[in-house]
């Protein structure tokens, strides 16, 4: 029912989409397109199994959005899960399963757009402080209403028009680059223009290496209009004084592998005064516990929980299965992917016999976990006692799905949590608690970390069991 790990592999690394994740209009927009969320649910699901995605939503509601995503019915009102899953794989095997055609959402060439955006990235970071303002490129959002939006390349200043925060910058960039790949001229030059016009971007353009130009389009009285360069070849946007961009040097192909950062962007005018701006507090990585509402028709993502759910867009493969952000990235991605097409679209992208086997999986894991349970804990003690033993570490604890009345589920995993400040040669702990077990993971985390998600600390604070 599944690929096999080689046939994921090229699959996944020919045909993923583009490595772009953005919240348009409450959806999780993969690589420019609602195809390429849908492409990427897809591949999660394939490498991941129906199971990972089970997992995050009550049985109930999975069998309903089966019997709906397949147009299927059952005779009779039985509420025994057991005997719903039964009447389901009968009328399944009438059903000859067609995979869509996804296609569209491929990420497509990546050269030259990377090698582009690259290079105007580096050249534009090395005179912007020149400029009065910062710059940055792809992963970092540009906040827009409830919209946030990862533009290839932004210049801003955190004034005025914007503001910092840790994550992202709310408000419009005083200029922003987006760079084309073929099949994403709709994103890029209707749906984004569009949003950047309602919302005032000062400077938008757009880079388009299939046709060698370059758009440029300028905010007056509430809409765009399209600019052209001067008479010299430099096109000089009104929205950051001083900066001059020779348009036509990009596409001269030799600049491809030789660099052109010295020369794409000129400063005109003295050195402006800079001063670092200061970053806001506000929604960051973590700062909501993850808690996607799923349901059988799609729902709204907040910008909020996109902020702190959604991780760094690398798409990665290892240990058989696509990759964003390891495993609780990717978990993260893949209810946000749910929110966006609600379940009953959702389990249309894998054949209707992988969900039913992936419920009956879990009915049999729940019917088994107070065994689970008992050799986690014992695994745990192991654990505890080889962290004392060889790492000196006399504070361990527990939280996280082991202490918790629930039953276990595909994404649980042994949390170990130490109070004390000082670890000795962190790697070495974790390949002590990976030889004693791969399966369950073992994690192991200090108290006291910067980097704990607001679940975890509320864990450690609410939950912890000593050990």
């Known amino acids: 029912m599944y690929p096999s790990r080689e046939e994921l592999f090229h699959d996944f690394s020919e045909h993923h989409p583009e490595g772009k994740l953005e919240l348009i209009d409450g959806k999780l927009i993969v690589g420019n397109s609602l195809v390429g969320s849908r492409l990427l649910l897809r591949q999660i699901l394939q490498g991941w199994k129906a199971d990972a995605a089970v997992a995050l939503a009550p049985i109930e509601i999975w069998i309903e959005a ?3 995503g397949f147009n ?14 039964d009447a389901l794989d009968r009328e399944v095997q009438q059903i000859a399963y067609q995979a869509e ?45 409830n919209n946030g939006f990862t533009p290839d390349l932004i210049f801003f200043k955190g004034q005025g028009l914007n503001r910092l925060f840790s994550y992202y910058l709310d408000g419009p960039a005083e ?14 030059r209707v749906l984004k223009r569009q949003y950047y016009e309602a919302t ?4 938008y353009w757009i880079l388009n290496p299939s ?29 950051v004084p001083g900066l001059a961009f020779r348009a036509n040097l990009i596409w001269q192909e030799e600049n491809w592998y030789n660099g052109f950062e010295q020369e794409a962007f000129v400063v005109e005018t003295s050195a402006q005064p800079y001063q670092k701006v200061k970053e806001m507090e506000g929604p960051e990585w973590g700062s909501l516990p993850f808690q996607p509402q799923l349901s059988l028709s799609p729902t709204p993502i907040r910008f909020e929980e996109y902020i702190s759910w959604c991780p760094e867009a ?42 039913i086997a992936a419920l009956r999986q879990r009915l049999d894991l729940e019917q088994q976990d107070a065994q689970r349970k008992a050799a986690w804990w014992q695994l745990a003690r192991q654990a505890a006692e080889r962290l004392h033993n060889q790492f000196g570490l006399s504070h361990v604890g ?17 949390t170990l949590v130490t109070q004390d400040a000082d670890i000795p040669e962190y790697w070495k702990i974790y390949d002590a608690l990976s030889e004693l077990s791969k399966d369950p993971e073992i994690r192991f985390i200090r108290a006291e970390n910067d980097y704990l998600t607001v679940e975890e600390k509320e864990a450690i604070a609410q939950e912890m069991i000593q050990l």
Not at 72 to 85: A, E, F, K, R, W
Request: net charge negative; glycine share 10%; hydrophobic share 40%.
């Open 66 to 68: 089966i019997k709906a």
């Open 72 to 85: 299927l019915s059952i005779p009779g009102s039985s509420t025994d899960n057991h005997l719903l899953l």
């Open 101 to 145: 055609d996804l296609a569209a959402g491929w990420g497509g060439d990546h050269f030259p757009h990377d090698r582009i955006r690259q290079d105007l990235t580096m050249a534009l970071f090395a005179i912007a402080k020149q400029l009065g303002g910062q710059s940055l490129g792809r992963d970092f959002v540009m906040r827009l209403g």
């Open 175 to 188: 200029l922003v680059i987006e760079i084309l790949r073929p099949g994403h001229e709709y994103c890029d």
């Open 200 to 203: 005032g971007v000062p400077e």
């Open 211 to 239: 046709t060698q130009q370059t758009e440029f389009w300028r905010w007056n009285e509430g809409q765009y209009q399209q600019q052209f360069p001067d008479n010299d070849g430099f096109y000089r946007p009104h929205s």
């Open 314 to 355: 690398k798409f990665e493969f290892f240990d058989g299965k696509p990759q964003i952000g390891y495993k609780i990235g990717t978990k993260h991605v893949l209810g946000m992917l749910m929110m966006t097409f609600g379940l009953v679209s959702a389990v249309q992208v894998l054949p209707p016999q992988t969900w």
């Open 398 to 414: 527990a939280i996280g799905d082991l202490v918790r009345p629930q039953p276990l589920n595909y994404w649980s995993e042994i």
